[in-house]
């Protein structure tokens, strides 16, 4: 089993930048798809952004596209998404995951959750 436990998220003024860490232990995930995923109050879970295992295949939802990265450090067992231009749109409880497939992209099973980090986005 995959414990994933996130980090990085805050307050930050519309415009600037945060970057999320997701840890993971338990097991390596270098052979693990990874994605982050948000939460924002009233609405659904939505997929953000995907890493396949390699690092080769990186997925993002329309609305970041430009504005995040994601990436991952297998050697440290850890995946970041690093935001810049957030906007207050951007609010929301971001999520890592793990997919065993090593796809990573929006339509994988991602089987392992962490408990979320708040990023709230000032305008």
């Known amino acids: 089993q995959v414990q994933l436990i996130e980090s990085g998220g805050g307050l930050v003024q519309a415009g600037g930048s945060l970057r999320l860490a997701c840890a993971a232990s338990?097991?390596?995930?270098?052979?693990?798809?990874m994605g982050w995923f948000r939460q924002a109050p009233g609405k659904e879970r939505e997929f953000v952004a995907g890493?396949?295992?390699?690092?080769?295949?990186?997925y993002y939802v329309d609305s970041v596209k430009g504005r995040f990265t994601i990436s991952r450090e297998n050697a440290k067992n850890t995946v970041y998404l690093q935001m810049n231009s957030l906007l207050s749109e951007d609010t929301a409880v971001y999520y890592c995951?793990?997919?065993?497939?090593?796809?990573?992209?929006?339509?994988?099973?991602?089987?392992?959750w962490g408990q979320g980090t708040q990023v709230t986005v000032s305008s």
């Open positions: 995951a793990a997919d065993p497939t090593g796809l990573g992209n929006r339509g994988s099973r991602f089987n392992s």
């Open positions: 338990g097991r390596t995930v270098s052979t693990y798809g």
């Open positions: 890493i396949s295992w390699s690092g080769g295949g990186r």
